[in-house]
């Protein structure tokens, strides 16, 4: 059975940096190499938002707010997903989940998903 497990999250101050982490378990490593990963993350009371996504290929996407100052990588050998922050606002505040799905790009829904790891920015 697939299960991600995020973590480094935490408290940090406006300007600050954290590198998120979400391990794979139960995940074939060729599967996961050829899978679409992303990351997303929810605000309270706000919906849920995709924030970077990586392909098979190493294509990435991000959502606007995030643009140059986030990098989404992955290591394949690990079964690990990555997300650098910097640059970290106050409205970069949420729960941030990874996700998986094995398919060649990231244009559809996610079969797997994490149970999140808090992120708070203060000002």
């Known amino acids: 059975q697939v299960r991600l497990v995020e973590s480094g999250g935490g408290s940090v101050q406006a300007g600050g940096s954290l590198r998120l982490s979400c391990a794979a378990s139960?995940?074939?490593?060729?599967?996961?190499?050829?899978?679409?990963l992303g990351w997303f993350r929810q605000a309270p009371g706000k919906e849920r938002e995709g924030v970077a996504s990586?392909?098979?290929?190493?294509?990435?996407d991000y959502v606007d707010a995030v643009k140059g100052r986030f990098t989404i990588s992955k290591d394949n050998a690990k079964n690990t997903l990555y997300l650098q922050m910097s640059s970290l606002k106050p409205e970069d505040t949420a729960v941030y989940y990874c996700?998986?799905?094995?398919?060649?790009?990231?244009?559809?829904?996610?079969?797997?998903w994490g149970q999140g790891t808090q992120v708070t920015v203060s000002s």
């Open positions: 139960g995940y074939n490593t060729y599967a996961y190499s050829r899978s679409c």
């Open positions: 990586i392909d098979m290929f190493g294509s990435t």
């Open positions: 996700a998986a799905v094995v398919r060649t790009y990231c244009n559809g829904g996610f079969a797997y």
